[in-house]
């Protein structure tokens, strides 16, 4: 790790000693790495962003949205807790971002969890949503997640499926006109939580930014279930998120809109897979079921 940070991480956690630097994990496609700092005080987690000679613009933006993101809305945290942010700039070829670090308040990540594990995960979003309900975001994304049409163009280009593809912007329009919008995380499979004995937490940003609530919650669901389980929890699931967003915010029609949009919200990610990796695991027989379903609708 580049010095000048170290000397940062020292001056924000008062500090006179590194104890250790834990690589947790490089960065997608080579754009840097992230790395838990052990000081004499605390342990902080420090993105470190370099951008390679031939960055992509949707890349280097996702990773001005992330900083923006922590910088600007995250001093309410309670109902839906993310780490804290401590520090942010620019060091010759770096950009880093400077995190509480979750593992002091005992957050965890899974790669499988319990029933009552997903449940966390789904009141989180629903607190999240419901936080930010109708709040214009600026600086972040017009249009969260990751997979949205207009910033897929050779995804688009390359799906097999020609019907859904007659279609795709059908869908993408319909999801963008929906009459309540909120700040969706836009990337949160069960890989971006973590997890205590009470409650989750949620990591990552980078394309957090406008959208109807319910993309994140089939973005999630996918990440945990197979299409057997997915027909069997799907109710369950639904229920309990708008049971836990009701609790927040007292607008029936909300709920309403969303339900009818979650089929709408499958098969948009399913139009991704389609153009990107049509052999996924994702692209099962749940998710047939749901493009038939809005094929016939639209």
């Known amino acids: 790790m580049n010095s000048k940070i170290q000397e940062l991480v020292k001056i924000h956690t008062n500090s006179e000693n590194i104890l250790e630097i834990e690589l947790i994990q490089s960065l997608w496609d080579g754009y840097g790495e992230l790395n838990r700092v052990n000081t004499q005080n605390k342990s902080v987690i420090v993105k470190l962003i370099k951008y390679p000679v031939s960055a992509h613009k949707r890349k280097i933006k996702s990773?001005?949205?992330?900083?923006?993101?922590?910088?600007?809305?995250?001093?309410?945290?309670?109902?839906?807790?993310?780490?804290?942010?401590?520090?942010?700039?620019?060091?010759?070829?770096?950009?880093?971002?400077?995190?509480?670090?979750?593992?002091?308040?005992?957050?965890?990540q899974k790669k499988e969890v319990s029933f009552e594990e997903i449940k966390y995960c789904l009141k989180w979003l629903a607190s999240f949503h419901a936080k930010y309900l109708n709040?214009?975001?600026?600086?972040?994304w017009n249009i969260g997640s990751y997979w949205h049409l207009e910033?897929?163009?050779?995804?688009?280009?390359?799906?097999k499926d020609l019907e859904l593809k007659e279609v795709a912007h059908l869908i993408d329009q319909k999801l963008n006109q929906a009459k309540y919008q909120t700040i969706i995380h836009g990337d949160a499979k069960l890989a971006n939580f973590l997890i205590n004995d009470s409650k989750a937490s949620a990591v990552d940003f980078q394309y957090v930014g406008g959208g109807c609530g319910i993309k994140d919650v089939v973005y999630f669901l996918s990440s945990i279930y197979s299409a057997d389980e997915l027909?069997?929890?799907?109710?369950?699931?639904?229920?309990?998120?708008?049971?836990?967003?009701?609790?927040?915010?007292?607008?029936?029609?909300?709920?309403d809109e969303w339900r009818e949009l979650y089929p709408y919200a499958?098969?948009?990610?399913?139009?991704?897979?389609?153009?990107?990796?049509?052999?996924?695991?994702?692209?099962?027989?749940?998710?047939k079921?749901?493009?038939?379903?809005?094929?016939?609708?639209?």
């Open 63 to 108: 990773y001005e949205v992330e900083i923006d993101w922590y910088k600007n809305y995250t001093k309410h945290i309670s109902v839906a807790y993310t780490p804290k942010y401590i520090a942010s700039g620019k060091i010759e070829d770096y950009r880093y971002l400077i995190l509480e670090d979750l593992k002091d308040k005992n957050f965890q």
């Open 135 to 140: 709040l214009e975001p600026k600086k972040l």
């Open 151 to 159: 910033t897929r163009p050779d995804e688009y280009r390359s799906m």
């Open 231 to 255: 027909f069997k929890n799907e109710e369950i699931f639904l229920n309990y998120y708008f049971e836990k967003f009701n609790q927040l915010v007292k607008n029936k029609e909300i709920e």
């Open 266 to 287: 499958w098969v948009d990610f399913y139009r991704f897979l389609n153009g990107w990796a049509p052999e996924h695991y994702k692209v099962n027989k749940y998710s």
């Open 289 to 298: 079921e749901m493009r038939d379903k809005v094929i016939k609708c639209i």
